[in-house]
């Protein structure tokens, strides 16, 4: 009896010590995707991450290489009815109003400060570009980055009551979790601000700050407040977006994405750029289609429009994703 | 004795479990940095990792903010007698000219041709890097990458009579690991194009290619040899040198690095922004002191210049590293 129990304390050491290193008993694998509607755009993420992941299939693609590009604006968070970062842009520029005295005079600041669309739809585009450049120019990165810090913590949504980081989609967050878990790198690539980006992304996305591709505005390193800093200066520099987003993925992550997800005609160039790679490649486009929960809007949109995208989107074998179909949940439950 | 006999057992047994799952039995750590000769360079390295992995102290660093960035030309590997990056291109001008047979009108291309210094010195800087950049321009950049990945694998340096991949320097390629090895992420700051540095960055330094910071010859997305591809443009877009590497940073890093290694003038603000930041920082510069090895040079060079940022180090309590005496071993041994 003496040796039947140290027999079974072998065993139950043996079982401790090895589950200790294997991180506990083996049990069934919880669904990775439970947000993801069965249906065409589930199988196609399975079996792509299934066919870049089996060692020895002819599809395998090493860890290294598995990038995986998300689009950020109405990709990963929603974008209606207004781009976020807009948002920010214009209360910025009602904020630094006192220190530019010149903008009374200035029809599309008279417009902006009067809330009169058309007024600054006369005004022009590019006049308006000007002021939200013109707002944070002179700050230092670090001031600016406060300023997003402080406005991403405090603003919520009109339209969904909520603070916008918690108006990111669910079902990307399972996606996002799901590539890494399965030795994919995701990077955002945004048509918005690297600065207005990273604040948030690792925390709400899981991507680290030097994982954000985006649009730049010019800084340059001079004296600020009595010692050198980063200084913003009042000009766009790089404009991550349509065509400038394979530039911005070759000149900063230096490798062709074999996964990219998109929603707009100007993830388009970076949907190509992908899926035309060697080997296993998969396009994803989020179609907003869901009226009831978010917003339902493509080919004449002013924000997102998905037009010349959706056509190419059969062409290339890009996966549409249907909000209103393919996603369960919209939104992560409230903290 | 049965029960003796399985009580060794037992203990053997937990032994071999726990060794599979710590990965072997403890032993005595290694050097990390056996060609760091014991002296204050040396020193001040141990004592900068040991107090910013110190959990607990003041000076700890969480790992995701340990971002150590290297210059490359002259830190991680020789600069002399000229950066290798200018040999390449040089070969590449004299390669392209039956595609330019407007070039044979032009001086800096008559004096490049003729190997005429003074010529060259008279038709100015600026045009001799018109030629280096139009050389390449209309190639795609996987065209590109090919011709460097090419280059880098024949040839050889006429004064070491090795391929260049070979003269980087052994000291640094233990820090690099050491570094790693203390949860750090390791970056390359350089002034060469990123093109240049990432086909060999990863099997030499152990950087992969979205490490690499660098200069940035324009490319644009467009039709080439119908298909779409990045295309490269005659143009310097971006120079990641001086007051440009905290910009570089700051654009596809997007935190300030806690220790800096450069060797030049051009090093100065990568240093100055990494040691200003707060916390505990460490800046560090080579001084190629060493002609019976590798080069003596300093304030009066042509290449890698080291001048201004030699009289900074003092002021800003930058540690400079004599190639003489602080390393033993320069170049790893040969294949």
Redesign the interface.
């Known amino acids: 009896m003496?040796?039947g129990v140290?027999?079974r304390?072998?065993a139950w050491?043996?079982a401790l010590?090895?589950a200790?290193?294997a991180g506990g008993p083996p049990s069934a694998a919880p669904d990775p995707l439970p947000s993801w509607q069965p249906g065409p755009a589930r199988t196609a993420i399975l079996d792509f991450v299934r066919d870049v992941t089996t060692a020895g299939a002819p599809t395998f693609v090493p860890p290294?290489q598995r990038i995986a590009v998300f689009d950020n604006d109405g990709t990963l968070w929603t974008e209606s009815p207004q781009y976020t970062q807009v948002l920010f842009m214009l209360e910025q520029v009602e904020a630094a109003a006192p220190r530019h005295p010149e903008w009374r005079a200035d029809p599309a600041f008279q417009a902006l400060a009067a809330h009169d669309e058309a007024a600054l739809k006369a005004a022009g585009q590019d006049r308006l570009m000007a002021l939200l450049f013109q707002a944070s120019s002179g700050m230092t990165?670090e001031a600016y980055d406060r300023a997003i810090r402080d406005w991403l913590a405090s603003a919520r949504s009109p339209k969904f009551g909520r603070p916008y980081t918690e108006l990111v989609y669910q079902p990307q967050l399972e996606l996002l979790r799901y590539l890494r878990a399965n030795g994919f790198r995701t990077w955002i690539v945004t048509g918005g601000t690297?600065e207005f980006v990273?604040p948030f992304s690792e925390a709400v996305y899981g991507i680290?700050?030097?994982q954000?591709v985006g649009s730049?505005q010019a800084?340059?390193?001079?004296q600020a407040d009595g010692?050198?800093a980063?200084v913003r200066e009042p000009r766009l520099e790089f404009n991550d977006d349509g065509?400038?987003k394979?530039?911005g993925i070759?000149?900063?992550?230096?490798?062709r994405p074999i996964l990219a997800f998109g929603n707009s005609d100007g993830d388009l160039?970076m949907l190509?750029?992908t899926t035309?790679g060697p080997g296993r490649t998969l396009g994803l486009v989020v179609h907003h289609d869901d009226a009831a929960r978010e917003a339902a809007y493509d080919r004449q949109s002013a924000v997102g429009r998905l037009d010349k995208a959706w056509d190419e989107a059969a062409a290339h074998g890009w996966i549409v994703v249907s909000m209103k179909t393919d996603w369960k949940q919209l939104f992560p439950a409230g903290p």
């Not at 800084?219 to 001079?222: L, Q």
């Not at 070759?250 to 490798?255: D, L, V």
Request: hydrophobic fraction near 45%; aromatic fraction near 8%; proline fraction near 10%.
């Open positions: 003496a040796r140290t027999r304390v072998v050491l043996l010590a090895l200790a290193c290294a990165t690297i990273r680290p700050p030097e954000v730049t800084v340059r390193y001079a010692a050198m980063l065509p400038g394979p530039v070759y000149r900063q992550i230096g490798r160039q190509q750029y035309d």
